[in-house]
């Protein structure tokens, strides 16, 4: 089910701060002033733990299974720098009540890392409370640093509301139980709302995680709970770049976005936010900003439904890391069956597939997978087309690895010629060798796989190729 049209209240903002955005004290002060900011609006602000928290509270888990003796002083260091930035922030009963809060937690940790050292094997429900615990610390901080500033603030256990099941796809939102769950619980609260991200609990009201950068997901799962005029990630960067700048050192940052855009640049290697984060705001079509905490006057990236106003290619990103796996044969033509058979052996492997590239005539399919699995990928096949190898009807199962998938991407291409024209004589031009092509129907993506030392030299002929460095900047 998705989210309805609740009318919880049509003047909700959501603002996602991670864990860069609260490293430390003076993070939380520049937080907490650009909150007091805003005015005329009914704040939620989903938060990360502290940088490193979680990867810390992990590692607590990591020693307890080897039964180290390290785990007490790793867990004195954690408590160490959480009390330190609280001591900084806070005073009198606030700070009391955050520490004895603290002091809690630490109780129910050492209960579960005990457990762990008994078992020595640690459960994923084991792991899911000791990392989720750097969420609840963030939230109770946040809110107390902003009533200390006479700003009201509450802060929300998202484990109340959020109501979620394992999937093969990641975790599924049970939206009816979820929305009832917010309606009442926000209905006590007054001003800003600050609430945990990363945390739920499953269907047995068991504690667990939305999974690695799922403090994004919770900002979108709430802002469509809340029905929010929009949603704001706040990260370390001032938007989404048309490249890696890392590779493309004139890379800039993309103003204006579709939903459709912002995915594939995402799954193509993008890190600024993952494709599930935009599921619930593209249901209930809530605008969602990316901007930097560190420079807010930049406006950042947008992305809406109808945000691309530049025809053409908006971004170039990679996926490096892979393999081409080539399944070819004359007994394949005219076969019905044979890519059915392939894909489900490969599933059936747990070896997923990027990009899928056939000719027309039939004579070979072509994939291409991390590089990490072509081994096994090309095993499973192997395996599956053993007696037609035997016969001849095939010819070969060739794994080809160090490929890459460059990708060019924007709305704006779909029935624009000369796009894909341009970006294979682009690297044409730099001597750079295409081994397969992919481009669905919605024409927003070409694709191509590369060897992976041509990566770099791929991205900045494309990307120069292209005018990106002055296009998105004006658009």
């Not at 799962?221 to 704001?232: E, H, K, Q």
């Not at 912002?262 to 599930?276: C, D, S, T």
């Not at 705001?281 to 006057?297: G, S």
């Not at 924007?410 to 730099?430: C, H, S």
């Amino acid at each position: 089910m998705r989210p309805g049209n609740f009318a919880v209240s049509d003047n909700w903002s959501l603002h996602k701060f991670g864990g860069s955005s609260l490293a430390d004290a003076g993070c939380y002060e520049r937080v907490a002033k650009y909150l007091m900011g805003l005015e005329g609006r009914r704040l939620g602000v989903v938060v990360s733990a502290m940088g490193g928290m979680t990867d810390s509270l992990l590692a607590l888990v990591g020693l307890a299974e080897r039964d180290d003796p390290l785990v007490v002083d790793e867990l004195t260091a954690v408590g160490n720098r959480y009390a330190q930035t609280v001591e900084r922030l806070t005073t009198g009963q606030r700070r009391v009540a955050l520490l004895d809060a603290w002091g809690a937690d630490a109780d129910d940790i050492r209960a579960v890392l005990a457990d762990v050292t008994q078992r020595k094997a640690a459960s994923q429900r084991s792991r899911d409370i000791v990392s989720g615990l750097g969420e609840l610390w963030s939230a109770r901080l946040l809110s107390a640093l902003l009533n200390t500033h006479e700003h009201p603030a509450d802060w929300l256990d998202a484990r109340k509301v959020l109501v979620v099941s394992p999937a093969e796809l990641g975790p599924t939102v049970d939206w009816s139980k979820t929305q009832d769950n917010f309606d009442r619980e926000v209905a006590g609260t007054h001003g800003t709302v600050v609430i945990t991200g990363f945390i739920a609990s499953d269907e047995e009201g068991l504690q667990t995680t939305l999974g690695r950068n799922g403090s994004d997901y919770s900002a979108a799962i709430f802002a469509a709970l809340a029905n929010a005029r929009d949603v704001t990630i706040w990260t370390d960067v001032d938007g989404v770049l048309s490249a890696d700048p890392n590779q493309v050192p004139d890379a800039t940052v993309i103003h204006r976005m579709t939903y459709n855009e912002a995915m594939e640049l995402a799954y193509f290697g993008a890190k600024v936010i993952h494709p599930q984060t935009l599921g619930p705001v593209i249901a209930k079509n809530i605008p969602l900003n990316i901007r930097n905490t560190f420079n807010a006057d930049h406006p950042g990236t947008r992305i809406g439904g109808h945000e691309s106003e530049v025809a053409g290619v908006k971004g170039i990103t990679a996926i490096t890391g892979m393999a081409l796996v080539n399944l070819e044969g004359a007994g394949m033509i005219g076969v019905p069956g044979t890519a059915d058979r392939m894909f489900r052996a490969l599933k059936n492997a747990s070896v997923s597939v990027t990009l899928i590239s056939q000719a027309s005539s039939e004579h070979s399919i072509c994939i291409a997978v991390p590089e990490l699995l072509a081994s096994r990928a090309g095993d499973v096949i192997r395996d599956e087309f053993a007696e037609e190898l035997d016969a001849g009807q095939i010819q070969r199962v060739d794994v080809t690895e160090s490929q890459s998938i460059v990708a060019v991407v924007g709305d704006g291409m779909a029935g624009t010629p000369g796009v894909a024209a341009r970006f294979f004589t682009t690297l044409a031009d730099e001597g750079i060798n295409i081994r397969a092509i992919a481009q669905g129907s919605s024409e927003r993506n070409i694709s191509a796989v590369i060897e992976s030392s041509d990566v770099a030299l791929a991205l900045r002929a494309a990307h120069a190729g292209f005018e990106l460095n002055v296009r998105t900047q004006n658009d």
